[in-house]
């Protein structure tokens, strides 16, 4: 049994390696034939990184089922020659849709600059323009034929890794070995799945997102580090939901007057509002230091200075009261996440499922932060900024922050 296990183990391992080979060199593909970076750039090196964790975990679920059929106890890969045409079926279909999504990719980012998102379906609706146009802008022969070849070759690649670990002579290893082994190559799977081991915190681990490769605030350099594969899915996830234009329009003159629309127009939307110059302007030849105090977890009722009569918050009233205190700015939800996206745009996050910050295509938002020209920028958060892709909005919305 010892031996049995022991040839899965370096299957198991030599086909994540196969394909993690395989992934890196499409992204490396990418870095130097789409990206149109330099390879100085600043972040690059840190952005690629993440990118390459972004492979290893697509790697391991891809052939996570494998790992399923070869562990089984009695009928698996190794006893079970039927299993392994089953398996070289799944290779030959899952590595041919992986390998068509990049093709896509690359297109996709060389015509409009951004990686493939859920925003690609849209080309379905007029299905025989798009075709036309692919098949006129591309050299779709000689790609699709770069295609199948890849696939095969990485597929051949993978039986015969298959025939050299399950068809081997077994050799006999100890328990002890065996079971340091296994325990070691489970750690190191959930380890790929979760994309990070620095800074972990083991009661609430946050698992590597797409937030994170937008670390540098330069988007270009973000798409080098993102998956197209995985960021598909993501974009996917969150759906893509429309506003309902006839509610809109029906409910339009309530809103405009709610809003203080300046000229309403309810057969253009207008939704626009000038607000003047005002005079809050402060006595003093240098710029004061600005700090913005959000507590999106404390309810208005438990504060004095919105009239709690027990005096509950001494030190809170005393910093409302020495301060330009927003009286009127509040967040009609409990979600700590929608709280901090309407306080950076302000604009109420309005997304049915889940919140806006976990969108990949909404990161990039107005904010009039960046009205503090000449300003160092600082965002401290008592947390991991990670959660809920905050990270993300506040880094490429906020220009130059720290």
Known sequence: MGALQSRRLRYGVGAIGLVFVLLAALRLVFVVGFSGLDLNTPGLMETLGIGLRFDLRLAVLVLLPLAVLAWLPRWNLVTLPALRWLVRGYLVVVLAMVGLVYIIDFGHYAYLGTRINATVFRYLQ??????????????????????????????????????LTLDRAPKAIGKPALASASVIGVIAVLLALLGRVANLNLENPVPLRWSDAFFSGNSQVAAVGLNPVLFLYDTLKVGQSQFDEAKVRELYPHVAHYLGVDQPDAAQLNFTREQTVQPYRLAGERAPNVVFVMLESLGTSAVGAYGNPLNPTPNLDKLATQSWFFKHFYVPVTGTAKTVWASITGVPDVTRQETATRHPLLTRQHTLINAFEGYQKFYMIGGNAGWANINALIRQSIDGVQ
């Open 126 to 163: 007029d299905a025989q323009i798009s075709q036309q146009m692919v098949w006129e802008t591309y050299p779709v022969l000689w790609i699709t034929a770069c295609w199948l070849a890849a696939v095969g070759l990485w597929v051949w690649a993978l039986v015969c890794l298959e025939r």
